[in-house]
């Protein structure tokens, strides 16, 4: 029966991820996954975390499920993360978060549940978006349709296309996915200006916004990175919320997401509640949880939170500066095309807007990988790589 099977292909990030490892080349160079990489080239473990683990090791005393809707003190933490602990939908009562295996967890459960309130359910993603985000709506049943996102030209935002797209064909009842910040794979985020015509659209067409927030603090900061988001959360009766503590708090195979669920009235929202631990139960039962007992044990305590946010912030400059370094190396080596590119785009990625053979050059002749459509993890440059990235890629743009 087996034989039937038919390949779909493996995720190319995850793929190239593997081929990279298998390389033999001593100088070969990983841009690929979407990790946070030190200056040393280590993906860390956050100081706070291994306090963390330090008091969940002495303190834990049951291994016992923890239910559909996962770890509540863990969960309480979420929506002022998200949205800030003055929220109009937190006083309201009209926000829920429930813990997921990681975020790709949170946007299964949030499209199953989607798709059990209607089987034709719509979602509009970018173009491009990350490469799981089509994979796990189609998969859940949904239909995906595209509004136009990024601008080959000038590697930025085509926001009138964008717009334009969806006044002509989004209907009353779709869903919309939007990245709240640092944009997978473009590094290409909207502007608070943007954001406010989003919502008035969104509001305007009667659209439901599931809004995916997987890098919160490493683009701007995180309060920054979320005001557009928070914007749309103060004003809309209706959301879903996608997020993921891999990035933020380094906790990646922990696997720590949320869906938060906004609802009209606290009632309404019991209602979607139950439907998404229907979901949660029928895809893994209940989430892990350590990396919730993690986050919610550093999130509790004033130092090893101050601790936390310190070495949060250490990353996100550290990646701005690897931004500045190789547009600037780029320039000493004669690239001549505008490179403002690497510098406006925010969070771990950037688009380069290399061609599928540029991307397959950069691996063969240098050793350098980053995913198959051009992204690069900004976030894994370091003053050991960043000369080799900067001598191919000045050799792809030069060319
Ligand atoms: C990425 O985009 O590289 C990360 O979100 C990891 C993944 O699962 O694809």
Not at 146 to 157: A, H, V
Not at 194 to 221: E, M, N, S
Not at 246 to 257: D, L
Request: aromatic share 8%; net charge negative.
């Amino acid at each position: 029966m087996f034989e039937t099977i038919q390949s779909r292909g493996v995720d190319q990030i995850l793929s190239l991820m593997l081929a990279f490892r298998s390389d033999p080349r001593d100088q070969k160079v990983d841009l690929v996954v979407g990790v946070y990489k030190d200056a040393n080239g280590d993906v860390p473990v956050m100081k706070a975390v291994k306090a963390a683990e330090k008091v969940l090791l002495e303190e834990e005393d049951t291994k016992t499920y923890v239910g559909m809707a996962g770890d509540a003190e863990y969960r309480a933490f979420v929506p002022p993360m998200l949205l800030g602990s003055e929220a109009k939908v937190i006083k309201e009562g009209r926000i829920t978060s429930l813990q997921t295996v990681g975020g790709s967890g949170a946007l299964k459960v949030g499209c199953d549940l989607l798709h059990g309130m209607n089987p034709d359910q719509l979602v509009w993603v970018s173009t491009p978006t990350w490469a799981n985000h089509i994979p796990v709506a189609t998969d859940s049943g949904l239909k995906t349709a595209q509004y136009p996102y990024f601008r080959l030209s000038d590697r930025g935002l085509d926001f009138d296309g964008m717009m334009s797209h969806l006044e002509a064909n989004a209907k009353a009842g779709d869903a919309i996915l939007l990245h709240a910040c640092c944009h997978n794979p473009t590094g290409v985020d909207l502007s608070f200006e943007q954001w406010k015509i989003v919502t008035d659209f969104v509001l305007k067409r009667g659209l439901l916004p599931y809004v995916d927030c997987a890098y919160q603090g490493l683009g701007d900061g995180m309060e920054e990175d979320v005001a557009g988001l928070r914007y749309l959360a103060e004003r809309v009766p209706e959301m879903l919320l996608a997020s993921s503590f891999s990035k933020n708090f380094g906790i990646y195979r922990e696997r720590t997401g949320a869906l938060s669920i906004v609802a009209r009235t606290p009632e309404e929202l019991a209602v979607v509640q139950e439907a998404a631990e229907t979901a949660i139960r029928s895809n893994y039962s209940m989430p892990p949880s350590h990396g919730a007992r993690v986050v919610a044990t550093v999130l509790s305590d004033p130092a090893m939170k101050a601790d936390w946010a310190e070495e949060l912030e250490e990353m996100r400059e550290r990646v701005a500066e690897m931004r500045s370094e190789l547009r600037r190396m780029l320039e000493e080596r004669q690239v001549t095309r505008d490179l403002s590119f690497i510098t406006d785009q925010k969070g771990m990625f950037s688009y380069t807007g290399f061609t599928k053979d540029e991307v397959v050059r950069l691996r063969d002749d240098f050793g350098i990988y980053t995913a198959g459509d051009g992204r690069m993890n900004v976030a894994a440059l370091a003053p050991e790589n960043l000369e080799a990235v900067a001598d191919g890629f000045a050799a792809i743009l030069r060319a």
